[in-house]
Structure formats: C-alpha cells, structure tokens
C-alpha cells in the first residue's frame, strides 16, 4: 500500500514557481512531523523543509524566502510552495511523514529547473 502519494512535479525555467503536494494515507495515523527531501544528482540527500503538527516549520537556508511548506492535519497533507527557482533546485523531491518514531517516504517526483 502506498503511504505518501505525491504530486506537482515537473519542468519550470529558472524564476518560475511549482507547488508540491503529499497525501498520507490513513493507514500512517496523523504524522508528527512532515518534511520534504531532496536528492540532486550526484549529491546526498537532504532536509529542504519540515513542518511539526503544530505548525512549527525550519527550512534549508538556501530555500528561505523563496520556499514555504503548510500542511493541512484534517485531510493529512503537505505541500512546498517553490518560487523563485533556481538550476540548483534541480533534484528529486520526496515527501517524509513521522509518526511516533515510524518513518514513511514517498516515491519522489522530479522538479527540474532550467531554461
């Protein structure tokens, strides 16, 4: 069964913006924390935003004033808000649900920024 479905993917040139979105499944409770990865090619994984179920949110400093996660705790879903983009934002998105220390990623979808 698939936990974390994503969405919002895509191609966008360089200035451009897209919106991610991650449905949790019910089967995964109410997450504690919610978060999106990114692995760029050649590169290590990680943390370019997290949001607490209370609303709570810290970003990677290179997506500050550009990105902005939400989550919404009735229908279990986060979404990333990326404006602004840049080549480097180029990877692969993955969205990550904790829940009372059981971890859960989605199967990443491709953000690809270039003109």
């Known amino acids: 069964q698939v936990q974390l479905v994503e969405s919002g993917g895509g191609l966008v040139q360089p200035g451009g913006s897209l919106r991610l979105s991650c449905t949790a499944s019910?089967?995964?409770?109410?997450?504690?924390?919610m978060a999106w990865y990114r692995r760029a090619p050649g590169k290590q994984r990680e943390l370019v935003a997290r949001?607490?179920?209370?609303?709570?949110?810290n970003y990677l400093d290179s997506v500050k004033e550009r990105f902005t996660i939400s989550r919404d705790n009735t229908k279990n879903t986060v979404s990333l808000q990326m404006n602004s983009l840049q080549s480097e934002d180029t990877a692969v998105y993955y969205c990550?649900?904790?829940?009372?220390?059981?971890?859960?990623w989605g199967q990443g979808t491709q953000v690809t920024v270039s003109s």
């Open positions: 990550y649900a904790n829940n009372y220390g059981l971890t859960y």
């Open positions: 019910r089967s995964i409770g109410r997450p504690n924390d």
């Open positions: 949001i607490t179920r209370g609303g709570s949110t």
